[in-house]
């Protein structure tokens, strides 16, 4: 349902929004069940929790705790919902997670951005063959996305502004 994916996304923007409070990865992600129950919010927790692994999408599958284990014992159909195409960590533990589709608000094809690459490397194929993807389906959405990442590039804790301030502080 189209009007269920734009609320959704609008739900992980505004994680993202918080996380970019936070001055950490503006990146957020919900997962909700197949009859649009919301099981989990999560966001990008890299800086506030300085762990490496923090990113909005594993942030979300620790938040569901037991509702993961329980989807796949009953067969239930779940959905990741995040900002931007996941990374191949993420993208591993949505395989792992038992989600069966994937809505994302912006593709990343010059970032950290794995699902297609590895999706379409094919080696896993009977597991990505049976989740359903939507990528950018909301112009609007990709574009609130987009702006939140430029803005992010000004962040001092941008990797690029930190090492510039270790080269000006030699
Ligand atoms: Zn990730």
Redesign the pocket.
Known sequence: MEDNDRYFLEMVLSEAEQALKENTYPIGAVIVDEYNNLIATGRNRVHPQQDATA????DAIRNAGEAILQAKVHRRKLTMYTSVE??????GAILFSHIKKVVWAMNDDIG?GGYRKIRDSYMFDDRFSVVELIEEPFLDLKERQSALMKEWARNPNDMVNLRKAVCKSL
């Open positions: 990113h909005a999408e594993i996941p990374c191949p960590m993420c993208t950290f």
